[in-house]
């Protein structure tokens, strides 16, 4: 395989000018601007917006980021516009705009949002052992480039989301949780990735990473914690620019389950070898020792072990989420997100009740919890391989 570009630079803050020097320098890193990106195309810019979070909480891409590339892109006569599709639209999307500062940065940039809620969605057929077709929205069908802008975090469920695990959000609204009741363990979800990172890539010019703050631990929400990553990353190549930060981790990239579907079809460069790097130090990024979610156990059971585990419930060894009532408001934002319906509300209480024996363990509700009301909780014999990470 072709050998890959990956540019990474040191940045300790969203200072204006300090981020977009940053990110033009990546850009350059790639090529000529002018050559990648076309005039009058329109360049949909997918973003990280889990929820209504503010970006100080390092839980969504910051408006930094995103303003640099928007002026970019300008620079060189395309059009951009913004879109993603918020995992949890309790009040709307109006104030997931609000709150993650898109809408006020859409205000001053002058560009638009897209709701891929609403714009529709399309059918696309994919290869994958139990998903058949996904429903795709017609934002990504629509625009003719799209740029990925992730953030840079641990994840309960994959244990890292960034390049490649944005690309869930092309799925607009309930059909997320659909999904993952059909790809129920991280090896089948893995594959369900790799199928929706096909749908994109010949129309993906490059991703960028919004890594100066991100999560560790259990991320990707309230449950994580906040870490200073101090850095700025990007690739053409998606693949390789994860398989580079999942070696930042300490993962070995030879044996991620995560990366195993994407090298088995080729759709990116895995291996270290092929990977050109520019930029600053690694030494001087701050990711090395993060510490990963309690989950990440899981990626080391074998696929057959990991399916019992996560779909059953194994009576001795377990890690599945559970609702702190102190912290619940009964909003029942969990009850609606379990892709299993796992989750229940008794008549003799205003809280949720999750079932264990029928949760799946894909930690959605410990995802979309806007209250810090879902933690994870385990059996004796997993507590003994799993140290507790204090929040």
Known sequence: MEKAIVSAYYCDNYDRNKVFNVVEKILKSFGNISDIIKPNSKILLKLNLLSA???????????????????????????????????NLTNGIDTVWEKTGMFQLAKEENIELVNFETIGCSTVSICHPTIKQVYVSKAITDCD????????????????????????????????????????????????????????????????????????????????????????????????LDTFLLRQFGVNTKVSKFLKPLKEQNLGNTDLQNIIYIGDSVSKFNIKKAKLPVTRILSMLPLWLARFVGRYGGKLFWIKPF????????????????????????????????????????????????????????????????KNEKE
């Not at 928007?70 to 599709?85: E, F, W, Y």
């Not at 802008?149 to 092309?170: D, E, R, S, W």
């Not at 619940?328 to 809280?351: E, F, H, R, T, V």
């Open 53 to 87: 979070y503010n970006p100080q909480q390092a839980i969504t891409t910051h408006p930094e980021i995103v303003r640099a590339i928007i002026r970019i892109v300008k620079q060189v006569g395309a059009i951009p516009v913004v879109g993603d599709s918020p995992g």
């Open 145 to 240: 480039y799209i740029i990925n802008i992730p953030k840079l975090k641990t994840h309960t469920f994959m244990g890292f989301t960034c390049g490649i695990k944005n690309f869930y959000g092309i799925i607009p609204g309930i059909k997320k949780v659909d999904y993952h009741k059909l790809a129920p363990t991280p090896d089948d979800f893995a594959y369900l990735l790799a199928q929706l990172y096909k749908i994109v890539k010949e129309k993906l010019l490059f991703t960028v990473v919004d890594g100066v703050c991100g999560l560790e631990g259990n991320g990707p929400s309230l449950r994580g914690i906040k870490r200073s990553y101090n850095i700025i990353a990007g690739s053409k190549d998606t693949v390789a």
């Open 323 to 386: 609702v702190v009532k102190e912290k619940c408001i009964g909003c029942l934002q969990c009850m609606k997100s379990c892709p299993a319906k796992a989750i229940i509300k008794p008549n003799n209480s205003s809280k949720p009740f999750i079932q264990k024996n029928k949760c799946i363990g894909c930690f959605c509700c410990h995802e979309l919890c806007l209250h810090k009301a879902v933690d994870i909780k385990k059996s004796l014999i997993a507590s003994f391989f799993i």
